[in-house]
């Protein structure tokens, strides 16, 4: 440590492990994909993990271990973003990590989005992680440490495939939001990063491809040859909410194959 | 051992680490070590890297001397080790060199010192370690650019930063060669890490100046920016190739 250094939480030890042990964390969109991969693989490494859905049913025999809780509720509406964290705070007394995984998918060319179509994609996608950043920061804030991770998408730089122009607006979004919250949280320890997945291997991510375009897609365009599954999202989440990605924010953080190259 | 760091899938894997006598190479070797893999540290101070190694956790480890601008030793390096250990899995190009000094005053010789060993060893280590990591169909390339290499460097460090953009594009270039035989390459742009290169040729006001526009407030640890080529290096980046990850404290925000 240095005056240089000043203000740094965690060990230059090299055998520091990740520090997720004892979290309270958060991660919507926990039914299915890299939400589900993502609450599960906190849950192995110690964390307490909530994790949200507003489909119930979905989030049916998701491996928490012993302290994980299930919510279910309807994100893009603010109001229950907020419900969500105060009764995670009335349970758990703190929130160290938010995981915003949640979003909606639709396919629809642009002469026919309408302005339901942009309202409830927007909604549920970007003001749904406004709203919970922002519920979140106020815990993070008060006790000098957090850590947000947002997920955007490689649709955010390429404009999106096969007619998601407003999927990949709001996750253009994404990208601000994140790095607002990032530069607004950073005095109080805090980081926020984006993850910019590509082709993964979800019901969210195959959506519009049969089974022999979605293999030729991702052999023809991505360096590595193959779509990426939601654990390997989840394993770089974890770098970013952990011990490890302490002197990562304001990133963005693509796990694409190669893709983009950007 | 520290049984969380099993995740990172590196126990037995065979590294080497330019740069290993200090700063975010010396720690990149020792977590790497900590987490089982077999290490081969390479530095042009013959001291420094004896040091270093026998600091390590495990056994198995080995020092190099090499002067990184010497192309014939950087190829002989990838042989010898990829000989010694049966195979290559992991290269952390970590090595490099910083003068600060006027734009006016870069000479040929400077420029071609900087040159050689920031951006063309890196080049000739690639290929020669993508060579040796292709028939275990799995390899970890990292190399270390900074953030200068995109805003253009501070302090005089105008050629430094060119060899460091130069880096970024390398690494694309390889990652696309590379990826179809399972081996990612992804560059590591630190920020400002405080190591004794950051320090070289700053006062204590520069110093503080780069401090303050830092928005997490603080030049980073050596080991934190060294955790992030760790994870680079590892399992857990499995779908993450040719990607630029800013260890910065959010100073570039990309």
Known sequence: MSELTAGVTVSADPSAGFGIAGKVALVTGAASGIGRATAELLARLGAKVTAVDINGSGMAGIDLGDSGVTDVADLSVPRACDQVVASLLARERRLDILVNCAAILRRVPIAQVDAALWE??????LLSQFAMCRAAARPMRKQNSGRIVVISSTAAFNGGANASSVYAIGKGG???????FARQLAAYNVTVNVICPGGIDTPMGRFGFTDESWAAHYANNVPLKRAGQPEEVAKSILFLVSDWGSYVTGHTLDVEGGLMLR | MNPELKILGVEGRVAIVTGAASGIGKSAAEILAAAGARVTAVDVNTDGVKAAVAGYAGSGHTAETIDLADLAACDALIQRTAKREGKLDILLNVAAVLRRIDVEE??????????????????FLCRAAGEAMKPGKWGRIVNVSSGAGLVGGFVGATAYAITKAGIMTMTKSFAKDLGPHGITVNTLSPGSIDTPMQRTGMTKETLEAARSRIPLGRMGLAAECARAAVFLASDLSSYVTGHILAADGGFLMR
């Open chain 1, 120 to 125: 409830k994609m927007m909604d549920t996608n």
């Open chain 2, 106 to 123: 870069v000479d040929e010789a400077e420029w071609d010192r900087l040159m050689n060993v920031n951006l063309r060893s890196q080049y």
């Open chain 1, 174 to 180: 994404s990208l601000a939001l994140a790095k607002s």
